[in-house]
């Protein structure tokens, strides 16, 4: 193996990993990854302004 093939491996990993943490630390910070704007398609994410609103609603 190459020295540019392990220094490309390492960033691809590097990036995977970044990407795994940015999504742990969005989730603790409860703002969710299905990025819905009112859609009707995921009324079962707790992130959804809309959601929140039918689940304060029926209360």
Do not use: N, P, T
């Not at 079962?44 to 304060?56: D, R």
């Amino acid at each position: 193996m190459q020295w540019y093939e392990i220094v490309l491996i390492a960033a691809a990993a590097a990036f995977v990993a970044g990407v795994i943490v940015w999504q742990i630390v969005r989730r603790i910070k409860g703002k969710g990854g299905c990025g819905c704007s009112g859609c009707s398609s995921c009324g079962s994410c707790s992130s959804c302004a809309s959601h929140k609103k039918e689940q304060s609603e029926k209360k």
